[in-house]
């Protein structure tokens, strides 16, 4: 059994065909958590996985390039359709999170890469940011509820504010990290698990993806695809799915010297006890 801790089978991709997607992921064994990026993704996600007994869970928040700050553009198909929101509606989200099917707060935290270009700007943007996330954070407390970190070329911003937050009642996962070793060590002390996903068959500068799996204890990573986004080598299906989350294990199986029945059953055991499924 594996369990991939980050889907969007909630997005326009699976728009004509999710069920068939997810019973045939259910079918081989893959329970998946879909992502909420925004109030129309989260309600969907929701949605879905209450049409399903056991095996598909859900995810709400405010991802950062969702946040209409009025200071940058960000390309439409990078923020799933047109649902930008001005400011996070505390109550509508806690009232969705109602559903027992809601197993994190997420995905939430920094995003950096949309950027306006003057200081002033860049100052205010990364501002409005840090208090969606703040926002976010405390509802996820309030809710005691776990947390799905996002965060892109804005690590250093998003250790800080961490630490400078109440940290010993956070649990969460940070999402797809790509970082350095040291920011790895920084999440790991405070008690975060890792995911990782198709992206570590990417060659990125700076980034050694063996070297990050390898310092990361294999009962603090969750495994993940991100699909629609960053389909494996070798997927039959140019779109990503959750049966995705395979060929990720074995490529972490293979760099730790581990079994993949192994990494299976830890990873899966950890998304079980962080997520409570």
Known sequence: MLID???HINFDA???????????????????????TNFETSKKAVEISQKYEKGVFAAIGLHPINLDTGLVKIKIDESEGSHFEKEFDFER?????????????????????????TKRKLELFKEKQKDLFLKQLELAKELNLPVIFHCRMAHQDLIQT???????????????????????????????YIGFNGIIFKKIEGINFEELIRETP?????????????????????RNNPLGVKQVAQEIA???????????????????????L
């Open 5 to 7: 801790t980050h889907a």
């Open 14 to 36: 699976y728009e004509n065909d999710s069920d068939e997607v997810i019973s045939k992921c259910l079918e081989n064994n893959v329970w998946m958590i879909n992502i909420g």
């Open 93 to 117: 989200y806690k009232n969705l999170a109602r559903s027992k099917k809601v197993v994190a707060i997420g995905e939430i935290g920094l995003d950096y890469y949309w950027k306006p270009k």
């Open 162 to 192: 961490l630490q400078q937050s109440n940290i010993p009642t956070i649990k969460g996962v940070m999402h797809g990290f790509v970082g350095t070793t040291e920011q790895l060590q920084e999440y790991l002390k405070m008690g975060f």
């Open 218 to 238: 294999i009962e603090k990573i969750l495994v993940e695809t991100d699909c629609p986004y960053l389909t494996p080598p070798n997927f039959p299906e140019e």
């Open 254 to 276: 293979k760099i730790k010297n581990l079994d993949f029945e192994k990494v299976a059953e830890i990873t899966t055991k950890n998304a079980k006890d962080l997520f409570k």
